[in-house]
C-alpha cells in the first residue's frame, strides 16, 4: 500500500540499497518515460537532484532539477488536484546520497503538513529510481535517446 494506505504501487518495485524507500528499475522509468503508465495515473513529476550543471549536461525527458530543500519544498505547496494520481521518481547520479536524502525530507514534511490528518498526505506516491541517472544512461542512451535530453 501506499503511504496513506489507500491504495496499491502503481509502479513495480525492486529491492534498492535504500531499504526504507521504494524503488523502480531504469526499465520501469523508461517505460514511465514513453508513456506506458499514462493510464495508470494522471501526472508524473521526477525530481533530479543532481546540481544544475550535472542537470544541464543532460537528463531524463520530462525532469525538473530540484537541488535544495526549499525546491523540494516548494513541490508541496503547488496546487494539485485532489482526484489526480499524482507520482513523484526522485534521483541523483547513482540514487545514493541526494535522491534519496530528499526523498526522504519531501516524505517527512509532508507528513508534518498533514499531521492532522493522518494518514493523508500530498504525495502518498513516491519512488526512487535505482542506480540513478547513471544506471539509466548506462541502458538507454543508444536504444532510446528520446528518453534523454
Given at each position: 500500500?501506499?503511504?496513506?494506505?489507500?491504495?496499491?504501487?502503481?509502479?513495480?518495485t525492486?529491492?534498492?540499497?535504500?531499504?526504507?524507500?521504494?524503488?523502480?528499475?531504469?526499465?520501469?522509468?523508461?517505460?514511465?518515460?514513453?508513456?506506458?503508465?499514462?493510464?495508470?495515473?494522471?501526472?508524473?513529476?521526477?525530481?533530479?537532484?543532481?546540481?544544475?550543471?550535472?542537470?544541464?549536461?543532460?537528463?531524463?525527458?520530462?525532469?525538473?532539477?530540484?537541488?535544495?530543500?526549499?525546491?523540494?519544498?516548494?513541490?508541496?505547496?503547488k496546487?494539485?488536484?485532489?482526484?489526480?494520481?499524482?507520482?513523484?521518481?526522485?534521483?541523483?547520479?547513482?540514487?545514493?546520497?541526494?535522491?534519496?536524502?530528499?526523498?526522504?525530507?519531501?516524505?517527512?514534511?509532508?507528513?508534518?503538513?498533514?499531521?492532522?490528518?493522518?494518514?493523508?498526505?500530498?504525495f502518498?506516491?513516491?519512488?526512487?529510481?535505482?542506480?540513478?541517472y547513471?544506471?539509466?544512461?548506462?541502458?538507454?542512451?543508444?536504444?532510446?535517446?528520446?528518453?534523454?535530453?
Amino acid at each position: 500500500m501506499i503511504a496513506d494506505g489507500s491504495r496499491d504501487y502503481a509502479l513495480p518495485t525492486i529491492p534498492g540499497q535504500q531499504r526504507d524507500l521504494r524503488s523502480i528499475s531504469p526499465e520501469v522509468m523508461a517505460d514511465v518515460v514513453s508513456g506506458h503508465y499514462n493510464d495508470v495515473f494522471s501526472d508524473v513529476t521526477i525530481v533530479d537532484c543532481r546540481y544544475p550543471y550535472e542537470f544541464e549536461g543532460g537528463h531524463i525527458k520530462g525532469a525538473v532539477n530540484l537541488f535544495t530543500r526549499d525546491g523540494v519544498n516548494a513541490l508541496l505547496h503547488k496546487p494539485v488536484s485532489g482526484d489526480k494520481r499524482h507520482v513523484l521518481i526522485f534521483h541523483c547520479e547513482f540514487s545514493s546520497e541526494r535522491g534519496p536524502k530528499m526523498y526522504r525530507f519531501l516524505r517527512s514534511l509532508d507528513r508534518e503538513l498533514h499531521k492532522d490528518l493522518y494518514p493523508a498526505l500530498l504525495f502518498p506516491e513516491v519512488y526512487l529510481l535505482h542506480g540513478g541517472y547513471k544506471a539509466f544512461y548506462n541502458k538507454f542512451k543508444v536504444i532510446s535517446i528520446e528518453l534523454l535530453v
